[in-house]
Nanobody, 118 residues
């Protein structure tokens, strides 16, 4: 069965960095687009970034220049490097498997909490 397990979240001061990881299993990871999506407390889901099967990346304006999505297909792992973190980046971060078309996300991990606070 498809499993996505995020890790790497935590408490960080403004301006700090974190690298999130998402370990994937139960499907051929290299063939799928993958996504990072976040949800702040009391708010809706917010798309963060996508990466295609061949490594093309797409990012929301909120993270451009600060967040970098990447993947290691040999390790079946998705990453999100987050730099220059701001308090407004505080959220539960999910990784998700994304279908190419229609562009829906059909499997989600349980999320990893990122808190940016001094």
């Amino acid at each position: 069965q498809v499993q996505l397990v995020e890790s790497g979240g935590g408490l960080v001061q403004p301006g700090g960095s974190l690298r999130l990881s998402c370990a994937a299993s139960g499907f051929t990871f290299s063939l799928y687009y993958m996504s990072w999506v976040r949800q702040a407390t009391g708010k809706g889901l917010e798309w963060v970034s996508d990466i295609s099967s061949n490594g093309s990346t797409y990012s929301a304006d909120s993270g451009k220049g600060r967040f970098t999505i990447s993947r290691d297909n040999a390790k079946n792992t998705l990453y999100l490097q987050m730099n220059s973190l701001k308090p407004e980046d505080t959220a539960l971060y999910y990784c998700a498997r994304r279908l190419y078309f229609p562009p829906t996300r059909d499997y989600w991990g349980q999320g990893t909490q990122v808190t940016v606070s001094s």
